[in-house]
């Protein structure tokens, strides 16, 4: 049986690195990381033990072509310490967001789309929520 640690990271096929590195770095506020001098463009952000690794490929066949957010699509999810604070400051930067405090998951979940629709999951167990 193969025994796991962690995720490691997650990879997210993109198609404007500026614009990606703006939501993820200046909206979200990821920490970006070092990258290796790869012979294609992207970024790395550092979220907690893990990574998130964005590489442009716009001919990738994860891209999304709707902006309409369905929380049952493919996503990740980032654990946070504060839903109303995590959702106070995606409103403020005029971020489209999909709501379930009360999902039956048993996380308070936020979902929000980056530049290229890539979903994502800003999630606090139901029991912390201070909303």
Aim: hydrophobic letters at 35%.
């Amino acid at each position: 049986m193969i025994e796991f640690e962690s995720i490691h990271h997650v990879s997210l096929a993109i198609t404007n690195l500026e614009k990606a590195k703006h939501f993820y770095g200046s909206i979200l506020g990821l920490k970006e990381i070092e990258r290796p001098n790869f012979d294609f463009p992207g970024a790395w952000y550092q979220i907690g033990d893990q990574q998130l690794h964005l590489i442009v490929h716009p001919n990738a066949e994860t891209i999304r072509s709707s902006e309409k957010i369905n929380t049952r699509d493919g996503h990740f999810a980032i654990r946070v310490k504060d839903y109303k604070k995590t959702r106070d400051v995606l409103r403020d930067k005029g971020v489209v967001l999909v709501e379930k405090p009360d999902s039956v998951s048993g996380f308070s979940q936020l979902f929000c789309a980056d530049p290229d629709g890539n979903l994502i999951e800003l999630n606090v167990e139901q029991k912390d929520l201070n909303i």
